[in-house]
């Protein structure tokens, strides 16, 4: 995945930042995607996707710092993949996924941040 991302965040010198992020990218998949579903009712989707989509995302979360070289992140993200109608609408079911995301920063202690 090729991805570029940009952010806000409040707050450089606190313990607790709070950001906002947004980028997109480039996703290049072996088989075509999304695949067709059924049986879902509503929700069931008969067109196939390509293999080469785009991937928008944007989300907020939080880096609270736990010690002078390591931070604790958490945050929520969407992430939208699709071609963008490109060959046409009919090869264009798109996929939209909500997540949540924890993680753990080290910077070593020479560090300018």
Request: glycine content about 14%.
């Amino acid at each position: 995945m090729v991805s570029e991302s940009i952010g806000l965040r409040a707050g450089q010198a606190a313990y607790i930042q709070l950001f906002f992020e947004s980028g997109a990218g480039l996703i290049l998949f072996a088989e075509p995607f999304p695949q067709p579903t059924t049986g879902y009712g509503l929700f069931s989707e008969s067109r196939t996707g390509t293999q080469l989509n785009r991937s928008p995302k944007y989300g907020i979360g939080s880096e609270i710092r736990l010690a002078r070289t390591m931070s604790l992140l958490a945050g929520i993200r969407h992430v939208h993949i699709s071609n963008g109608n490109n060959p046409g609408y009919e090869r264009n079911p798109g996929h939209d996924s909500n997540g949540f995301y924890v993680g753990l920063t080290y910077r070593p202690a020479n560090s300018t941040r």
